[in-house]
């Protein structure tokens, strides 16, 4: 039993104050809790989509989230004040699967089961882009740090694809012979990083037109794939309940492992778990079908923080750029924005 001093220092049973006591000691608290982000509330909790989530992002400014899914619609949020959906993007035929902000925030890339990747204006709210090529659904789809007008797609057509935003058709295609879950670039632009059914990370030379090296360690297929805000490193989420990080550097060692992240799940839904990494590089989540959303520290391979909330898979995850603030995003047709 939890005790109090009071004045003539006896002790008196915490659960023996008086209702003037119990209001001025919530009063205090009140007045002395700090808050650590500029979000409306510690969480906030977006509704809206007609069916599973899959994707969520933050913009590169951090005052706008998109979130798609299986309802083949692209919701706009404002980040701050009441957090209003304030554009719904339609056009393409299938399931969402995948989107990425450019690096200045005016246009979306997407990619969906309907076999297509849109690029949309953030500004007008127009689709100004569609490549075709891919034949079968696209997991995944990302964008070029250096070099925007670069784009990578992955799907279940065995197919990596480079795409240059100049020409019609697509730039390059490797053949991984196995379905691809998720793509990204290296830092220069010049390696894609894939990932499938195979369970091997392959990493694709843009010049050579072929394989550099493998990353061998997972178990079953890989669903997320997410470069280090200092494009040394590689994180990646797998079926077999295991977040990765690699080392990406051109003389790395030959084991290129550096650590392995446990706790969270993949269950019968085999949905496409995403990762991400905090924009200081410090921290990494995950998303998990046991409905938690899971933080590590990199450094301890810890968990920091298992946050529940959802009722469904959580398939898609995201930090802030600037402040202390995460989004998930889940089967449960909804997304959480939470202060951390």
Not at 45 to 69: M, N, Q, R, T, Y
Not at 70 to 84: A, Q, T
Not at 156 to 174: H, P, Q, S, Y
Not at 215 to 240: E, Q
Request: with cysteine; glycine share 8%.
């Amino acid at each position: 039993m939890s005790v109090k001093r009071s004045n003539d220092q006896a002790l008196v049973p915490a659960n023996k104050k008086t209702r003037s006591e119990i209001v001025a000691y919530a009063a205090k608290a009140k007045r002395s809790e700090t808050r650590s982000s500029s979000l409306f509330a510690p969480i906030v909790i977006l509704a809206g989509h007609e069916s599973e989530i899959f994707c969520v992002k933050f913009s590169p400014d951090g005052s706008i989230v998109a979130s798609a899914g299986h309802d083949r619609k692209i919701f706009l949020w404002n980040v701050y004040g009441e957090c209003e959906n304030w554009a719904c993007l339609g056009g393409h035929n299938g399931a969402i699967t995948d989107l990425k902000f450019l690096k200045d925030g005016s246009e979306i890339v997407t990619c969906a089961t309907d076999k297509n990747i849109f690029i949309w204006d953030v500004q007008t709210l127009e689709r100004i882009k569609r490549f075709k090529g891919h034949k079968d659904f696209v997991n995944s789809v990302d964008v070029c740090r250096k070099s925007p007008q670069l784009f990578c797609s992955g799907a279940d057509d065995n197919t990596v694809k480079l795409w240059d935003r100049r020409k019609r058709g697509e730039a390059m295609t490797f053949d991984s012979n196995y379905q691809v879950l998720s793509v990204c670039f290296n830092e220069s632009g010049e390696q894609i990083i894939s990932g499938g059914i195979d369970n091997d990370i392959k990493v694709w030379d843009t010049r050579k037109n072929d394989i550099v090296y493998k990353l061998k360690g997972h178990n079953d297929s890989v669903t997320g794939l997410s470069l280090s805000p200092d494009g040394n490193y590689v994180a990646s989420n797998a079926m077999d309940n295991t977040a990765r990080i690699w080392d990406i550097r051109p003389f790395a060692p030959q084991d290129r492992g550096v650590n392995i992240l446990f706790g969270h799940n993949h269950n019968f839904e085999k949905n496409l778990l995403r990762i991400a990494w905090s924009p200081d590089g410090q921290l990494l989540t995950a998303g998990s079908a046991d409905k938690f959303l899971y933080i590590w520290e990199v450094d301890t391979s810890k968990i920091a923080y298992k946050l529940p909330g959802h009722n469904g898979s959580i398939n898609s995850v995201d930090f802030h750029p600037q402040e202390p603030i995460v989004a998930s995003c889940s089967s449960d047709k909804k997304i959480y924005l939470g202060e951390l």
